[in-house]
């Protein structure tokens, strides 16, 4: 199974996408990671909240397909210790599917089109996070519940 983190917008903070860059590479020794970045609006600042989430969520929509499990990233979803996120995504990754796709919307969050496409949220945290920062954030613990699951020494509890 392949796994993609989406998200909304370039990745422009210079130390973010070091970090970001570190865990991709780390996660290509346990799994066919990718990071496709949906480019921003144009002419955003024209357009309502609403028009915004609805038109990110179009292309977000666009970048999957039906055999996609889609999960967001999402402050209103389910909280997971770094075992018990490990444990979950071990149940994904044996449920099938052609990608495990992990979504971050952009600063006004998701539509309600793309949360009914959605089949779980997680949450990262109750505190809110940059939408650029919480890439870097996810590709660690994503990097950190593989080597749980492969029971290497990274993590310690």
Not at 64 to 92: C, H, M, N
Not at 132 to 140: D, G, K, P
């Given at each position: 199974?392949?796994?993609?983190?989406?998200?909304?917008?370039?990745?422009?903070?210079?130390?973010?996408?070091?970090?970001?860059?570190?865990?991709?590479?780390?996660?290509?020794?346990?799994?066919?990671?990718?990071?496709?970045?949906?480019?921003?609006?144009?002419?955003?600042?024209?357009?309502?909240?609403e028009q915004i989430k609805e038109k990110e969520g179009e292309l977000i929509?666009?970048?999957?397909?039906?055999?996609?499990?889609?999960?967001?990233?999402?402050?209103?979803?389910?909280?997971?210790?770094?075992?018990?996120?490990?444990?979950?995504?071990?149940?994904?990754?044996?449920?099938?599917?052609?990608?495990?796709?992990?979504?971050?919307?952009?600063?006004?969050?998701?539509?309600?089109?793309?949360y009914a496409r959605a089949r779980e949220k997680v949450s990262l945290s109750?505190?809110?996070?940059?939408?650029?920062?919480?890439?870097?954030?996810?590709?660690?613990?994503?990097?950190?519940?593989?080597?749980?699951?492969?029971?290497?020494?990274?993590?310690?509890?």
């Open positions: 199974m392949n796994v993609m983190l989406l998200t909304v917008g370039k990745t422009d903070v210079k130390w973010v996408k070091e970090g970001l860059d570190v865990y991709a590479s780390r996660l290509k020794h346990y799994v066919s990671f990718s990071v496709t970045e949906i480019p921003e609006l144009k002419k955003a600042a024209a357009l309502s909240r929509l666009k970048q999957i397909t039906p055999q996609d499990t889609l999960v967001l990233l999402d402050e209103k979803g389910a909280e997971y210790r770094s075992l018990d996120f490990a444990a979950w995504l071990e149940k994904q990754l044996a449920g099938g599917g052609k990608s495990l796709v992990f979504a971050i919307g952009g600063a006004y969050g998701f539509s309600d089109a793309v109750k505190m809110t996070f940059s939408h650029q920062l919480v890439r870097t954030i996810f590709a660690e613990q994503l990097y950190r519940a593989f080597t749980i699951l492969k029971g290497e020494p990274y993590h310690h509890e």
